[in-house]
């Protein structure tokens, strides 16, 4: 038997056992990641100049679950920047990947780890109770989104495929226009 793609008898899969996978997830979770703490970043800015906040937190907002919550128009706007962020990340994840199993591994993925950046740059495990059940029903609702996304859009290569086939330049020259050159 071919020892380098074994099937998964789990999932029904093919298994890349040579290493090439592992890469693969890696790279996909730094692409996650960085696209994650982008567009939070993108959403903390408009939302600090929004609820007129300091500029001063703007550095730890994504991570600061000390005084997340609703008593003030910074608590208001941490609260409101993770939740936003969330919404949007799956329709981010459908465009990278184009299936739901691969972007929901990723959204996952980015919520550990943003458990542990957000442990480690405010140097405590978070006891909020509020900051716990957005985390949570953020990365439920994403979950839940790019399943909708997977099963009403379509898919976006295709889409893709579609739209750059009009533009001439990038067009690849169809077997009738190989005869005529």
């Given at each position: ?15 890349d056992t040579s290493g ?30 929004g609820f007129k906040v ?58 550990v780890f943003h458990l ?66």
């Amino acid at each position: 038997p071919d020892l380098d793609k074994m099937k998964n008898p789990l999932r029904g899969i093919e298994t890349d056992t040579s290493g090439e996978g592992i890469r693969s997830f890696v790279l996909n979770a730094l692409i996650s990641i960085s696209s994650f703490y982008l567009l939070y970043y993108l959403w903390s800015v408009i939302l600090v100049a929004g609820f007129k906040v300091s500029w001063d937190y703007l550095g730890i907002f994504p991570f600061d679950f000390r005084t997340f919550g609703f008593s003030g128009a910074r608590h208001t706007a941490e609260w409101l920047s993770m939740v936003l962020t969330f919404a949007i990340f799956p329709g981010i994840m459908y465009l990278m990947f184009y299936n739901a199993s691969e972007g929901i591994y990723c959204i996952v993925v980015v919520g550990v780890f943003h458990l542990v950046a957000s442990c480690a740059v405010i140097a405590a495990f978070p006891i909020n109770w509020i900051w716990w059940v957005t985390i949570f029903l953020s990365i439920a609702g994403s979950v839940g989104i790019l399943q909708l996304l997977a099963r009403f859009l379509p898919n976006p290569e295709l889409v893709f495929r579609r739209f750059l086939s009009k533009i001439p330049l990038l067009r690849e020259p169809s077997d009738q226009e190989h005869e005529l050159t």
